[in-house]
């Protein structure tokens, strides 16, 4: 399971709900936003999750991966130069995964007048080529995380609409595709729902009746390397979380593995 919580300290309650009703083996967290010292663990351990790795800062960033089985390795990674957590990496049972925040690139996209859009597609560069430097598309590997980015035409409520808005902006698009490309990664929601049909992961905070608006977008996202293609038995969206007591703006998704 996937899922940018948005502050785990406020919402660990909705995470372990979330756990007892889905029942994940492992549970990916992004946007902490808690420092390793104050992060919830004792919550997480009752509720099944022994093995925690963490890497997190103060009101920004952040990432955690709960599993009820041990890590056979662990690690954290810094990208672009920047200490912000944002990629950390556990392996457990021969499988690899890789937790990713990608930055979300403010709101001008235009990289000589916006960092933060500048940062956010050097970060997919440095993904794409580390990915086709260190790994091998023959190696087990799950990447996934929140990505900030909207690749398809029917991951956004409309594409015509968002073809400027950060997010969805033709430059995200084609480095996502190519990060993607770079270990022939399965985007395990497209491989079970039809390119044709929408697909959201995120509702704005500012769509009182998120529901009714259904002004979607598609930003998180669980892919798998080719050789565990065949063993994707399903995927799942669990919209009904947004809408929850203080919900995250983003719905936890889960791939099951066979």
């Not at 997190?56 to 960033?61: D, E, T």
């Not at 950060?166 to 022939?184: A, F, N, Y």
Request: hydrophobic share 35%.
């Amino acid at each position: 399971m996937s899922w940018n919580i948005n502050s785990v300290r406020l919402r660990a309650p909705i995470v372990v709900r979330m756990a007892e009703e889905a029942q994940p083996d492992i549970v990916c967290l992004q946007e902490t936003k808690c420092p390793d010292e104050a992060f919830p663990f004792k919550a997480f351990y009752k509720a099944g999750y022994e093995h925690i790795h963490i890497h997190g800062m103060k009101s920004y960033n952040g990432q955690a991966v709960l599993s009820k089985f041990p890590f056979e390795s662990h690690e954290i990674y810094h990208r672009c130069g920047k200490q912000d957590c944002r990629h950390i990496q556990v392996k457990s049972g021969g499988i690899e995964i890789h937790n990713l925040y990608i930055p979300a690139g403010g709101d001008e996209p235009d990289v000589t007048v916006n960092e933060k859009y500048k940062h956010k597609l050097d970060f997919v560069d440095e993904m794409t080529e580390w990915f086709l430097q260190k790994r091998s598309k023959n190696d087990s590997i799950i990447a996934l995380g929140d990505f900030n980015i909207a690749p398809h035409e029917h991951d956004v409520w409309s594409s015509k609409q968002l073809q400027n808005v950060v997010s969805h902006t033709p430059p995200e698009r084609k480095k996502i595709l190519k990060m993607q490309q770079s270990l022939d990664f399965v985007d395990s929601a497209r491989h079970f729902i039809p390119m044709e049909e929408k697909a959201y992961s995120w509702w704005s905070y500012r769509n009182k009746d998120w529901k009714k608006s259904n002004r979607g977008r598609r930003l998180d996202h669980i892919w798998v390397t080719p050789p565990l293609k065949n063993n994707l038995k399903s995927y799942q969206m669990f919209s009904h979380a947004r809408d929850w007591e203080k919900p995250s703006d983003h719905a936890p998704i889960m791939i099951e593995l066979a």
